[in-house]
Protein backbone atom coordinates (compact mmCIF):
# COMPACT_ATOMS: atom_id res chain seq x y z
CA UNK A 1 0.00 0.00 0.00
CA UNK A 2 0.86 3.26 -0.74
CA UNK A 3 -0.33 6.94 1.03
CA UNK A 4 0.18 10.38 -1.10
CA UNK A 5 0.13 12.84 1.84
CA UNK A 6 -0.14 16.78 0.63
CA UNK A 7 0.39 19.72 2.25
CA UNK A 8 0.45 23.41 1.55
CA UNK A 9 -2.60 25.32 0.14
CA UNK A 10 -4.78 28.13 1.79
CA UNK A 11 -5.76 31.39 1.20
CA UNK A 12 -3.49 33.72 -1.18
CA UNK A 13 -4.54 37.18 -2.57
CA UNK A 14 -4.33 37.49 -6.74
CA UNK A 15 -0.64 38.01 -7.27
CA UNK A 16 0.88 35.89 -4.23
CA UNK A 17 2.64 32.70 -4.03
CA UNK A 18 1.90 29.31 -2.61
CA UNK A 19 3.85 26.02 -2.64
CA UNK A 20 2.27 22.79 -2.61
CA UNK A 21 3.90 19.59 -1.48
CA UNK A 22 3.36 15.71 -1.68
CA UNK A 23 5.04 13.22 0.01
CA UNK A 24 4.97 9.49 -0.88
CA UNK A 25 5.34 6.34 1.05
CA UNK A 26 4.81 2.95 1.54
CA UNK A 27 5.74 -0.08 -0.56
CA UNK A 28 7.96 1.90 -2.99
CA UNK A 29 9.89 0.45 -5.35
CA UNK A 30 10.20 2.96 -7.92
CA UNK A 31 8.03 6.05 -8.50
CA UNK A 32 7.48 6.94 -12.72
CA UNK A 33 5.44 9.91 -12.72
CA UNK A 34 4.10 11.94 -10.10
CA UNK A 35 1.91 15.18 -10.91
CA UNK A 36 -1.24 17.44 -10.34
CA UNK A 37 -4.43 18.08 -11.19
CA UNK A 38 -6.97 20.44 -9.85
CA UNK A 39 -10.83 20.00 -10.29
CA UNK A 40 -12.86 23.76 -9.34
CA UNK A 41 -16.83 23.84 -8.47
CA UNK A 42 -18.98 22.73 -10.86
CA UNK A 43 -15.61 21.29 -13.60
CA UNK A 44 -14.17 18.35 -14.10
CA UNK A 45 -10.49 17.69 -12.55
CA UNK A 46 -7.93 18.83 -15.03
CA UNK A 47 -4.35 18.52 -15.54
CA UNK A 48 -2.16 20.74 -13.74
CA UNK A 49 1.38 19.66 -14.30
CA UNK A 50 3.45 16.35 -14.74
CA UNK A 51 7.22 15.28 -13.89
CA UNK A 52 8.66 11.93 -16.26
CA UNK A 53 10.38 11.34 -18.39
CA UNK A 54 9.36 15.08 -19.32
CA UNK A 55 7.60 17.71 -17.89
CA UNK A 56 4.20 19.35 -18.93
CA UNK A 57 2.13 21.91 -17.95
CA UNK A 58 -1.31 23.11 -18.20
CA UNK A 59 -1.49 25.90 -20.72
CA UNK A 60 -3.09 28.08 -18.37
CA UNK A 61 -0.27 27.87 -15.68
CA UNK A 62 2.78 27.73 -18.01
CA UNK A 63 5.28 30.63 -16.90
CA UNK A 64 3.70 30.59 -13.42
CA UNK A 65 3.56 26.89 -11.91
CA UNK A 66 6.73 24.74 -11.50
CA UNK A 67 6.69 21.09 -10.96
CA UNK A 68 9.59 19.56 -9.59
CA UNK A 69 10.76 16.52 -7.27
CA UNK A 70 12.65 15.03 -4.99
CA UNK A 71 13.23 11.43 -5.90
CA UNK A 72 15.01 10.70 -2.49
CA UNK A 73 12.39 11.74 -0.52
CA UNK A 74 9.30 10.51 -2.98
CA UNK A 75 8.13 13.27 -3.23
CA UNK A 76 7.08 16.01 -5.71
CA UNK A 77 6.31 20.15 -5.19
CA UNK A 78 4.29 22.41 -6.96
CA UNK A 79 5.27 26.42 -6.52
CA UNK A 80 2.44 28.68 -7.74
CA UNK A 81 3.37 32.08 -8.28
CA UNK A 82 1.58 34.83 -9.80
CA UNK A 83 -2.24 33.20 -8.81
CA UNK A 84 -5.24 34.18 -10.06
CA UNK A 85 -8.84 33.91 -9.16
CA UNK A 86 -9.23 31.31 -11.85
CA UNK A 87 -6.74 28.94 -10.09
CA UNK A 88 -8.81 28.29 -7.14
CA UNK A 89 -9.95 24.54 -6.88
CA UNK A 90 -8.88 21.86 -4.82
CA UNK A 91 -5.31 20.43 -5.93
CA UNK A 92 -4.19 16.89 -6.21
CA UNK A 93 -1.40 14.82 -6.66
CA UNK A 94 -0.87 11.99 -8.15
CA UNK A 95 2.05 9.29 -8.40
CA UNK A 96 2.21 6.02 -10.55
CA UNK A 97 4.59 3.51 -8.45
CA UNK A 98 5.61 0.33 -9.19
CA UNK A 99 5.38 -1.36 -5.71
CA UNK A 100 8.05 -4.08 -6.16
CA UNK A 101 5.99 -5.65 -9.34
CA UNK A 102 2.51 -4.26 -9.11
CA UNK A 103 1.83 -0.64 -10.84
CA UNK A 104 -0.81 1.33 -9.82
CA UNK A 105 -2.13 4.83 -9.38
CA UNK A 106 -2.28 6.62 -6.19
CA UNK A 107 -4.45 10.03 -5.20
CA UNK A 108 -3.20 12.44 -2.38
CA UNK A 109 -5.91 13.48 -0.12
CA UNK A 110 -6.42 17.10 -1.78
CA UNK A 111 -5.69 20.54 -0.77
CA UNK A 112 -7.88 23.72 -1.16
CA UNK A 113 -6.08 26.63 -3.03
CA UNK A 114 -8.35 30.10 -3.20
CA UNK A 115 -6.88 33.24 -4.49
CA UNK A 116 -9.55 36.18 -3.54
CA UNK A 117 -8.98 39.60 -2.48
Known amino acids: QVQLVQSGGGLVQPGGSLRLSCAAS????????MGWYRQAPGKQRELVAT?????NYADSVKGRFTISRDNAENTVYLQMNSLKPEDTAIYYC?????????????WGQGTQVTVSS
Open 94 to 106: DAEVNSYGSIYRY
Open 51 to 55: SGTST
Open 26 to 33: GSIYRIYT
